[in-house]
C-alpha cells in the first residue's frame, strides 16, 4: 500500500470511529424542565433534530413542551410520544404546544413520523 492509501484508510476509520462515538456513545446532558406555577415548561428548536433532545422532568407534574419548527423539511413536520398515545403536527416557523402528565419515572423517547429525529424525556 502506497502512502496515500494508508494516509485514507486511516482517516476513513476515524470517521467511522467518530461516527459511533456521537450516534452511540455519546451521553448527552439533559435539560431540567423550568417550573412555571404547577407546570414543567420547555422550549425545543426543531431544525435538523431536536434542541434540547433529553429533557428531565419531575412525575405527576403537567409537562409543556413547546415545539418550534425553523425548517420545512418533510420529516420533521410531526412529533410522536409513542409511550403517551400523542402526537402533534408542527407547521414550519411556528409553536405547537404539547401537553402531558407522566406518572411513572422513567425514560420515554419521542421522535418524528420518520424516525431519523430523536429525543428523550426522563422522568424522574
Known sequence: ????QWLVNIA?????VWIVW????YERKGVVAAEA???QEVRIRVKGGYDPDVIVVKAG???RLHFYREEEVSCSEMVIFEDFNQSAHL????ETVVELTPQEPGE???QCQMGMLRG?????
Not at 428523550?120 to 424522574?124: A, G, I, M, S
Request: glycine share 16%.
Open 22 to 25: 456521537y450516534f452511540w456513545l
Open 108 to 110: 420515554y423517547g419521542f
Open 61 to 63: 407534574k403537567p409537562v
Open 1 to 4: 500500500m502506497s502512502g496515500i
Open 91 to 94: 407547521p414550519p416557523f411556528q
Open 12 to 16: 476513513g476509520l476515524g470517521v467511522i
Open 37 to 39: 406555577g404547577d407546570v
Open 120 to 124: 428523550k424525556l426522563v422522568v424522574e
